[in-house]
């Protein structure tokens, strides 16, 4: 007579046997069509895990988890980077305790290799370090000045613990650029250690560049309030002579709102709704503004949540900035990165300017967009089909984009999936900001940086004080470590309660 356990165990099974016979056949159905556009056999188990994971979080599994539980088997919560394998495993232990026989357990190699491989491209893409080290890589984006101190600055971040730099396109030219990198690559020729570097190219720009103050609009420095209405146009001869308007850098901008469309201006600090809508021309009213009002000012970015604008990523500055990236950089962040088309365009544009036979810079996508999220793996599979990649949550743009409120939702899922892709990400976007520019970190964002462990990689922006939050964030990384590894606990011993 079977007991309790093996009755359990018997129900369990069968779900978890058709369970992995749908993982087997959606996943079989996503790696077909993948297949073709993979280049690099190295990455073709890769796409073969992410496409069982896709498969496997299509299905709610939280009434699974609890029943597993109780018989001391795996949750399936931290299977992303060895999908197949866990599933496995769960099933011959449930065949065991429901008597029916021994079924073979995965090998033990088949759990370690998807965590190997990622750590593998981790150190490729953004620097080896000592085993005794924090797990996660930390970038800094250079300043101007990094190109004309003699590399004092590179040196001094290097000694704090930096492990890749960032260079942002949208800055400089290339003699500044060729300046920073040159200062790196004497400090790797001196300490045989690799100090890899990105180069952000700069992407479409949204913002605003002109204004116009209409007659009763009350000049170009009003803040607004909500209830208050303004215009964007598409150039300022459309400007409405009632309003105040603000022209954008892009047509696309204007041709995407429609009559209810939300904009946001200045990194959300001005929230907007469209009225009405007219060739060139929409004008809004503004929802959500401090209290104290909100400016809008010329180069403030515009944001359009929940429109999904069709442009190129690559702007004509960004093919210009390749002419000299391609032979330079170790990693291209590819900004605004939306679509298929997108990665095969970069790649195309890289190939043709590589030297014979040279290898090209890795690619690391940075996820900005509400599309870019909802294309994430076939962006990842298009780019890791070629070249080395990554994927940077770049959570200004993404926030805004998304929702505030989504966006700790929308960068777990992120990690989850960049895991079952084994590809590193890096974290991103005001991290320790306060501390960089002002000396003082706020305990939310000490809070941040003990989340940001988790990922491969955590980037900081420049800042007077970039130096001391360097050492500081990898003080919170090492002891981090002690208890977390990506999704999973690790119980080392807690003193803090035991007797002496």
């Known amino acids: 007579m079977q007991t309790d356990p093996q009755l359990r165990a018997n129900h369990l099974l069968a779900q978890m046997t058709r369970l992995q016979d749908q993982i087997a056949t959606q996943a079989a159905a996503r790696l077909q069509d993948w297949l073709p556009r993979i280049e690099r056999a190295e990455f073709v188990a890769s796409a073969s895990n992410l496409a069982q994971w ?28 060895h999908v197949g394998a866990s599933v496995k495993a769960v099933i011959a232990a449930l065949s065991r305790i429901a008597g029916q026989g021994a079924q073979d357990y995965p090998d033990p190699a088949a759990f370690e290799a998807g965590d190997s491989v990622l750590l593998a491209r981790r150190d490729a893409l953004f620097g080896a370090q000592e085993a005794d080290d924090p797990r996660t890589r930390v970038m800094v984006t250079l300043p101007s000045g990094a190109g004309t101190d003699g590399g004092a600055l590179i040196g001094g971040l290097i000694a704090a613990g ?24 004497a400090i790797e020729a001196e300490s045989g250690r690799k100090f890899p570097v990105s180069m952000d190219l700069g992407g479409p720009k949204f913002r605003v560049t002109a204004l116009a103050a209409g007659k009763k609009a009350g000049g170009e420095k009003r803040s607004f309030h909500p209830g208050d209405r303004f215009a964007l146009v598409q150039n300022l001869t459309d400007a409405p002579k009632h309003l105040f308007s603000a022209m954008l850098s892009h047509d696309a901008l204007v041709e995407a709102l429609q009559v209810g469309s939300v904009v946001s201006i200045d990194d959300g600090r001005i929230w907007a709704k469209v009225d009405d809508l007219s060739l060139g021309l929409a004008e809004l009213t503004v929802t959500r503004a401090p209290e104290k009002g909100g400016k809008i000012r010329v180069e403030k970015g515009v944001n359009l949540p929940g429109s999904n604008l069709r442009v190129a990523a690559l702007t004509q500055d960004d093919l210009a900035a390749l002419d000299f990236v391609v032979g ?18 970069l790649i195309a544009a890289m190939r ?44 200004g743009d993404l926030a805004v984009e998304i ?22 990400v890096v974290w991103a976007t005001q991290v320790l900001e306060t501390m960089v520019k002002e000396g003082q970190a706020t305990r939310a964002e000490i809070t941040d940086a003990a989340m940001s462990q988790r990922a491969e990689c955590v980037m900081m922006n420049k800042g007077p004080h970039v130096v001391e939050a360097m050492a500081f964030l990898r003080g919170i990384l090492t002891r981090m470590d002690r208890h977390q590894s990506k ?7 807690l003193h803090l309660w035991q007797s002496a």
């Open 328 to 345: 330079h950089a170790d990693v291209v962040s590819f900004s605004f990165v939306q679509t298929v088309e997108d990665v095969q365009a």
């Open 54 to 81: 896709l498969a496997l979080r299509a299905t709610d599994l939280s009434d699974l988890q609890a029943p597993l539980s109780t018989l001391g088997l795996s949750t399936l919560g931290r299977l992303d980077a």
């Open 162 to 185: 930096v492990d890749c730099f960032r260079i942002n396109c949208a800055h400089d030219d290339a003699e500044i650029w060729g300046a920073m990198i040159a200062s790196i690559r």
């Open 487 to 493: 999704k999973s606990p690790r119980m080392s011993p």
């Open 352 to 395: 043709s300017r590589a030297a014979p036979g040279a290898a090209l810079p890795a690619i690391v996508l940075k996820i900005e967009t509400p599309l870019g999220l909802q294309n994430l793996p076939d962006l990842i599979v298009e780019a890791g089909g070629s070249v080395p990649v990554g994927v940077m949550i770049a959570r």
């Open 403 to 424: 929702g505030f409120e989504r966006l700790s939702e929308i960068q777990e899922e992120i990690l989850w999936l960049c895991e079952a892709a084994q590809v590193p």
